[in-house]
């Protein structure tokens, strides 16, 4: 079983709807948990953090953790065709590193 | 600007040839860090230093060698380059008490012939 695992997608979803990412955790003791953003070519952007259960927003992104089920999600409201990306999940499983999901490249269709 | 940097964005180079890769960062963080990106994207980290101190060191070929001179700065060397090394090396950083949030620089895409 991979330590983070991620739906490698692509996942379309049309402008101005709801996406939804998802990623599982093997690591039960993990305590922070990111989403990072990465264009073609560019490199991973930080846009999201969650370190307890339940929901964080920030504008149109939001996380949910759900630690009882290893389980932790990204939504996207209002999707915007500048949304479309590869999303990284990533989990500190209480070590010093960040293990990283293999990503879910999102299209976002106008 | 405040940012991690890194040097060259670019380097292409023959087998067997000696390269560095070098990184710095202005964002006063305490932990760098140098990952590899292969082709299908996976993420995977290689080595972590902090304040000048190794404190992860992935299975990586003895050929990768790091090196910090201080802890603003974090090196790549990779002797006898195969072509197998051929990837994005990504330089971060992350600044103490954050549960490990990390900031990467914008990528050194590696090619080797």
């Known amino acids: 079983q991979k330590e983070v695992e991620q739906n490698s997608g692509p996942l379309s979803v049309p402008e101005g709807a709801i996406a939804s990412l998802n990623c599982t955790y093997s690591?039960?003791?993990?305590?922070?948990f990111f989403w990072y953003r990465q264009y073609s070519g560019k490199s991973p952007e930080l846009i999201m953090s969650?370190?307890?259960?339940g929901d964080k927003e920030d504008g149109r992104f939001t996380a949910q953790l759900n630690k009882a089920s290893q389980y932790v999600s990204l939504l996207i409201r209002d999707s915007q065709p500048s949304d479309s990306a590869t999303y990284l999940c990533?989990?500190?499983?209480?070590?010093?590193?960040?293990?990283f999901g293999t990503g879910t490249r999102l299209t976002i269709i106008p | 600007d405040t940012a991690v940097s890194q040097t060259p964005k670019y380097l292409v180079t023959q087998m067997g040839n000696d390269k560095s890769i070098k990184c710095e960062q202005n964002?006063?963080?305490?932990?760098m860090y140098w990952y590899k990106q292969d082709s299908k994207k996976f993420l995977k980290i290689m080595f972590s230093?902090?304040?000048?101190?190794?404190?992860i060191n992935e299975t990586v070929p003895n050929r990768f060698s790091p090196k910090s001179p201080d802890k603003a700065h974090l090196n790549l060397h990779i002797n006898s380059l195969e072509l197998g090394d051929s990837a994005v090396y990504f330089c971060?950083?992350?600044?103490?008490?954050?549960?490990?949030?990390?900031?990467f620089g914008p990528g050194t895409r590696l090619t080797v012939l």
């Open positions: 990533a989990v500190n499983p209480g070590s010093e590193k960040l293990t």
């Open positions: 690591d039960r003791g993990s305590q922070s």
């Open positions: 969650i370190y307890s259960n």
């Open positions: 230093y902090n304040n000048k101190e190794l404190i």
């Open positions: 964002l006063g963080h305490d932990t």
């Open positions: 971060a950083s992350s600044p103490p008490l954050t549960y490990n949030e990390q900031f």
